[in-house]
């Protein structure tokens, strides 16, 4: 295909529609609401879309890759945000650093992983 592609966004699904919504609100993304039971988060040029729907097999194997400027700097943001007081099942684990690159990891409310990182 020779046309050209803008963006990527996937969906991913909610076991607490509500809870989820604010967690991704505190994690910096600006919600619009599309419909009631559907709302996209952006951040800058990259979003994705968040369902009030839940069937765990699909949520427990969801990994998302979101490419951020410095690793470091943003596992330190993450940390002063409180995630794992506010919502119950958030997980955080710190920057790792591979051949490819560095890594940190966010679990969702509903367990989705999160890998924020840098490409060396």
Not at 64 to 82: A, G, K, P, Y
Request: aromatic residues 18%; glycine residues 6%; proline residues 3%.
């Amino acid at each position: 295909m020779k046309q050209g592609v803008k963006s990527i966004r996937p969906f991913i699904g909610a076991a607490n529609f509500e809870i989820s919504r604010s967690f991704y609100r505190d994690l910096g993304f600006e919600e619009v609401v599309l419909e009631p039971k559907l709302s996209l988060f952006k951040r800058q040029e990259t979003g994705f879309y968040l369902q009030d729907y839940y069937a765990k097999d699909w949520v427990d194997n969801t990994m998302i890759f979101m490419e951020v400027d410095d690793t470091e700097d943003f596992w330190q943001e993450l940390q002063t945000l409180n995630l794992t007081e506010k919502y119950e099942g958030v997980r955080l684990s710190p920057v790792r650093t591979m051949e490819w690159g560095k890594e940190c990891f966010v679990h969702d409310p509903s367990g989705i992983l999160w890998h924020f990182g840098e490409f060396f």
